[in-house]
């Protein structure tokens, strides 16, 4: 069993940044794909990054692209997800996400395909105007 906790969010001004952070129990070598999500009440969760551990690909939603950055620590089997520039409708709970498989679809990497694995309990980013 692995546990995802997520730190780092809180509230900013528009065009601030925030950075997020999400600590695996585990090593995360054994989980290939690892990402963040989004959700803004009343919507779908959104993928906004998924990165595949074993080739370092990643693909970004078009909405963040330019402007979030993922990173890994290995050591600290740690996730980070660097926010620039951040926007109103950046506003959610953001939830990390691990997945064995994440294949590329239609030139886009994505957890989805085959199911999340693990969630983490989920931080919360509020971006004023």
């Known amino acids: 069993q692995v546990q995802l906790v997520e730190s780092g969010g809180g509230s900013v001004q528009s065009g601030g940044s925030l950075r997020l952070s999400c600590a695996a129990s585990?090593?995360?070598?054994?989980?290939?794909?690892m990402g963040w999500f989004r959700e803004v009440s009343g919507k779908e969760r959104e993928e906004v990054v998924a990165?595949?551990?074993?080739?370092?690909?990643?693909s970004y939603a078009e909405s963040v692209m330019g402007r979030f950055t993922i990173s890994q620590d290995f050591a600290k089997n740690t996730l980070t997800l660097q926010m620039n520039s951040l926007k109103p409708e950046d506003t959610g709970m953001y939830y990390c996400?691990?997945?064995?498989?994440?294949?590329?679809?239609?030139?886009?990497?994505?957890?989805?395909?085959?199911?999340?694995?693990?969630w983490g309990q989920g931080t919360q980013v509020t971006v004023s105007s």
């Open positions: 585990a090593s995360s070598v054994s989980l290939n794909c």
């Open positions: 990165f595949r551990v074993s080739d370092g690909r990643t």
């Open positions: 996400a691990a997945a064995r498989n994440c294949p590329v679809l239609t030139g886009r990497l994505s957890l989805k395909p085959y199911g999340i694995d693990y």
